[in-house]
């Protein structure tokens, strides 16, 4: 007997368990973000713009299927994910999505240089960088906004009150949603949008 969307996704909160418990840094979360959470995602994400969009620790999927439930095409979006496991099950789940198992955080190396892949739309992150020094998280999104188009934003999932990466002159600015307090733990988007000097100069590029 098949089983329905929900059903599978309450399932999600073992494996997501087991493998926190294996490496809680690595994951960051308890348990998947809840429904209401990844409509805040997607709804800050600037998928209305013509592009593919980029999914960054997409873990067992909750954001790529509400991404697909507001009507962004599968063929549209790839999802990079470091647990093999998660990657696997991923690419079963969204036979048409782009999975790729490897990572996130050097997309130099998993998707090749800057002028050798395509510019996203948006690019939605979940990967934990609690662990990384301010410095290298700035770098590190500063790189991204080399992938996004003219207009393309950066959303992340976090859980902390202030922005996890600061906001870097000259490159990108940072805003955020309201707090989701049905997700466990309470959680907001963190929305980093391009400094409007630097968009002037990306869409004259
Ligand atoms: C907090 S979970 C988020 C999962 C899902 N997006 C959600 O909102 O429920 C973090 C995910 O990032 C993945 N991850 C951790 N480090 C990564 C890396 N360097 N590259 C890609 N994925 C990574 C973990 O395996 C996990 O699936």
Same mark, same amino acid.
């Given at each position: 007997?098949?089983?329905?969307?929900?059903?599978? #996704?309450?399932? *999600?909160?073992?494996?997501?368990?087991? #493998?926190?418990?294996?490496?809680?840094?690595?994951?960051?979360?308890?348990? &998947?973000?809840?429904?209401?959470?990844?409509? =805040?995602?997607?709804?800050?994400?600037?998928? *209305?713009?013509?592009?593919?969009?980029?999914?960054?620790?997409?873990?067992?999927?909750?954001? #790529?299927?509400?991404?697909?439930?507001?009507?962004?095409?599968?063929?549209?979006?790839?999802?990079?994910?470091?647990?093999? *496991?998660?990657?696997?099950?991923? %690419?079963?789940?969204?036979?048409?999505?782009?999975?790729?198992?490897? *990572?996130?955080?050097?997309?130099?190396?998993?998707?090749? &240089?800057?002028? %050798?892949?395509?510019?996203?739309?948006?690019?939605?992150?979940?990967?934990?960088?609690?662990?990384?020094?301010?410095?290298?998280? %700035?770098?590190?999104?500063?790189?991204?906004?080399?992938?996004? =188009?003219?207009?393309?934003?950066?959303?992340?999932?976090?859980?902390?009150?202030?922005?996890?990466?600061?906001?870097? &002159?000259?490159?990108?600015?940072? +805003?955020? +949603?309201?707090?989701?307090?049905?997700?466990?733990?309470?959680?907001?988007?963190?929305?980093?949008?391009?400094?409007?000097?630097?968009?002037?100069?990306?869409?004259?590029?």
């Amino acid at each position: 007997m098949s089983r329905s969307k929900g059903e599978r #996704t309450q399932g *999600d909160w073992l494996p997501f368990l087991a #493998t926190w418990v294996r490496s809680p840094l690595k994951m960051g979360a308890v348990a &998947p973000s809840s429904r209401g959470y990844c409509r =805040m995602m997607v709804k800050h994400a600037t998928t *209305d713009l013509d592009g593919p969009v980029l999914e960054l620790g997409p873990g067992l999927g909750v954001v #790529t299927r509400t991404l697909l439930e507001q009507g962004v095409a599968p063929e549209r979006i790839t999802s990079i994910e470091y647990d093999r *496991d998660f990657a696997k099950k991923l %690419q079963q789940r969204f036979p048409k999505v782009n999975v790729i198992h490897g *990572d996130g955080l050097d997309l130099e190396k998993t998707l090749g &240089p800057v002028g %050798q892949s395509p510019k996203y739309a948006a690019i939605l992150f979940a990967i934990p960088i609690v662990n990384m020094p301010q410095a290298r998280r %700035q770098a590190l999104f500063s790189s991204y906004f080399e992938r996004l =188009m003219p207009g393309g934003n950066l959303t992340q999932l976090s859980y902390m009150v202030t922005p996890p990466v600061r906001p870097v &002159p000259g490159v990108f600015s940072v +805003s955020s +949603s309201r707090r989701v307090w049905s997700n466990i733990p309470p959680a907001r988007v963190w929305i980093y949008s391009r400094d409007r000097a630097a968009e002037k100069g990306a869409a004259a590029a």
